[in-house]
């Protein structure tokens, strides 16, 4: 990772445990701030969903993720800032929503299971999938742009302090 040595900003990335040292604030090499990828969360679901034979809570998980893209869709075309309300308008209801039934099934599902591991996974990472609402020009989605580091003008808010 030295080549993302002195970067500070924003990384969109999966949850890859060996990206863990750009993340940590205690190291010195990095300042950089994770930034989850929501397709990463979808495919553990839609993988539970299509070995299903009827529909269940796995299809309740993708039926928020498809809330969430249709929203993102939505705001592609719109301006920095308009794109940022409709985010907060459209999306985080229905991000409290998803995480309100992440912690209510949690309970409900074997740690172990697929099911289990899908919403644990979700849960682990939330703060990283759910900051894409706050800074811009982060996504809802990273499949494109995996490991492209977003770079932040010395006149915006510093990364650190809008976690």
Known sequence: MNFLKGYQGYLQADAYTGYDKLFDHKQTDYQIIEVACMAHVRRKFYEIAQQAKKPGTAHQALSFIQKLYRAEKAARELSDDDRKQLRQEQAKPILVDFKQWLDQTVNRVLPKSPLGTAVSYALKNWDALTRYLKRLPTQLNSKLDEL?????????TSPASNN
Do not use: A, G, R
């Open 148 to 156: 492209l580091p977003w770079h932040w003008k010395s006149t915006q």
